[in-house]
């Protein structure tokens, strides 16, 4: 059940957060499924269109507003490529 003690923890820090939307919880959760089926990287290594199909966003713009927010909110550290063909790193903090 360690698996989900970062959800829970995220959900805690959340709670008084009016700046976080559903969207950027199907996100979060979406790259903590990622991490945890990669066998708990830290960082790890995704493209984009990656965690919008976990999280069932299609839209790049919204994805990328809401990975830019948790990053600036302190909830993770984004590191982008700007590649096609290399992928960004997520860290969790």
Known sequence: MHEL??????FLSIKNDGRI????IAIYAAILDFRIKSGFDN???VFSYQI????KI??????????????EFGYIR????????QASKIYFV
Do not use: W
Request: hydrophobic letters at 35%; aromatic letters at 10%; charged letters at 20%.
């Open 78 to 85: 984004y590191v982008p490529s700007f590649k096609n063909n």
């Open 52 to 55: 919008m199909e976990i999280a």
């Open 21 to 24: 939307s559903i969207t950027h």
């Open 43 to 45: 960082p790890i290594q």
């Open 5 to 10: 003690n970062p959800l829970t923890e995220f």
């Open 58 to 71: 299609s839209a790049g713009a919204t994805y990328r507003k809401c990975i830019k927010d948790l990053s």
